[in-house]
């Protein structure tokens, strides 16, 4: 069974910064892609970013240049720092991992809110 741990969300005021953790963890269990996405009241879960094994990197447009994602092979964790951070960022960010065999793997989601 696969575990997804995810901490470090919170509320933090327009133009702070967050630190998103995921922390993967099973047996018989080898990692390919790992990201992050979050679903936004009313609306439909969407890519922030991902990262592949061998640190390729994808960002949605709206968190370019803003946010980083990085990841501790050796850990089996996933980092998503978050800088000057906007209101439209206030979400439930979800951590996904990928395996090499092709499974499907979602944390339960860490609330970020954005307010002043």
């Known amino acids: 069974q696969v575990q997804l741990v995810e901490s470090g969300g919170g509320l933090v005021q327009p133009g702070g910064s967050l630190r998103l953790s995921c922390l993967a963890s099973g047996s018989r269990f080898i990692i390919n892609h790992m990201g992050w996405y979050r679903q936004a009241p009313g609306k439909q879960r969407e890519l922030v970013a991902k990262?592949?094994?061998?640190?390729?990197?994808n960002y949605a447009s709206s968190v370019k240049g803003r946010f980083t994602i990085s990841r501790d092979n050796a850990k089996n964790t996933v980092y998503l720092q978050m800088n000057s951070l906007k209101p439209e960022d206030t979400a439930v960010y979800y951590c996904?991992?990928?395996?090499?065999?092709?499974?499907?793997?979602w944390g339960q989601g860490t609330q970020v809110t954005v307010s002043s």
């Open positions: 996904n991992v990928i395996s090499w065999d092709g499974d499907d793997y």
């Open positions: 990262i592949t094994s061998g640190g390729t990197t």
